[in-house]
């Protein structure tokens, strides 16, 4: 909490420092959520300073860590942190990827209506920044690795 007080006032190398502390490090056996809430931090204030691929991959794990101890906001945080990493990198499609899949978990979850709630407005403001065009062409690239990928998976049946 003390890391996340710091980030917010702009302290960030005192933020970093507060997470790197070995009492703090991620062990083998750290809960699944607090782990997430501490990856989502490290991506954060990677994402405050620019280094969009260490957030992307911390966003990443946080997410996952998210998803195993069933934690929804978590989740969804991560997912947005990890959309953001993306966004910055300019690889749009993957932002939206990381929007949809979140979109879809977080209705089995807590129902479509509830995931939608919390993923649309994300979405709507992507579309806003990067244009109709820009992003029906992440869409429709999104789409496409999808409905290649189901075709993968049925072939390798």
């Known amino acids: 909490e003390h890391a996340n007080r710091a980030r917010e006032a702009g302290a960030l190398e005192?933020?970093?420092?507060?997470?790197?502390?070995?009492?703090?490090l991620l062990l083998a056996g750290e809960e699944p959520h607090l782990a997430s809430e501490r990856l989502l931090l490290i991506a954060r204030l990677a994402l405050d300073n620019g280094r969009f691929a260490?957030?992307?991959?911390?966003?990443?794990?946080?997410?996952a860590r998210a998803l195993e101890a069933v934690a929804p906001l978590s989740y969804?945080?991560?997912?947005?942190?990890?959309?953001?990493?993306?966004?910055?990198?300019g690889r749009h499609?993957?932002?939206y990827a990381a929007l949809a899949t979140?979109?879809?978990?977080?209705?089995?979850?807590?129902?479509?209506?509830?995931?939608?709630s919390w993923v649309a407005p994300i979405l709507e403001a992507y579309r806003m920044k990067w244009g109709g065009e820009g992003f029906a062409t992440a869409k429709a690239q999104h789409d496409a690795r999808r409905?290649?990928?189901i075709r993968s998976a049925r072939g390798a049946r």
């Open 14 to 24: 005192h933020a970093r420092e507060l997470v790197g502390r070995p009492g703090l």
């Open 54 to 63: 260490e957030a992307a991959e911390c966003a990443r794990l946080a997410r």
């Open 76 to 89: 969804y945080a991560a997912a947005v942190a990890l959309a953001e990493a993306f966004e910055g990198m």
């Open 93 to 95: 499609t993957n932002a």
């Open 102 to 116: 979140a979109w879809a978990t977080l209705g089995d979850v807590l129902g479509r209506d509830v995931a939608e």
């Open 147 to 149: 409905k290649a990928a």
